[in-house]
């Protein structure tokens, strides 16, 4: 069973920037897509992005242009860079993956909570203005 332990999270002053990272473990294929997922208070979970391990990429609108995400497959390790930070972006935040697919197309379909089977515990964002 795949396992996922996130790390990185903490306080910001909005404008800042922090890193996130996801340590997997257990994987017995070699495709995989993984994706990282906030939810805030009273909000449903929002995808963020994904990312699989041929390094196709998708991003929700909201954090284009902001964040970047990236899979060391030597590590099996997933990150997601934040820059550009701002109140709104405040949430726990989830690693979740999938193995034996990729997943390109969501680039064009989007991604919801549904698509992954495997979920990490979370770590908080918090951007004060």
């Known amino acids: 069973e795949v396992q996922l332990v996130e790390s990185g999270g903490g306080s910001v002053q909005s404008g800042g920037s922090l890193r996130l990272s996801c340590a997997a473990s257990g994987y017995t294929s070699n495709d995989s897509c993984m994706g990282w997922f906030r939810q805030a208070p009273g909000k449903e979970r929002e995808g963020v992005a994904s990312?699989?391990?041929?390094?196709?990429?998708a991003y929700a609108d909201s954090v284009k242009g902001r964040f970047t995400t990236s899979l060391d497959n030597a590590k099996n390790t997933l990150y997601l860079q934040m820059n550009s930070l701002n109140p709104e972006d405040s949430a726990m935040y989830y690693c979740?993956?999938?193995?034996?697919?990729?997943?390109?197309?969501?680039?064009?379909?989007?991604?919801?909570?549904?698509?992954?089977?495997?979920w990490g515990q979370g770590t908080q964002v918090t951007v004060s203005s």
């Open positions: 990312i699989d391990s041929d390094g196709s990429r």
């Open positions: 979740a993956a999938d193995e034996g697919v990729l997943c390109g197309a969501y680039y064009y379909t989007g991604f919801t909570s549904a698509d992954f089977e495997y």
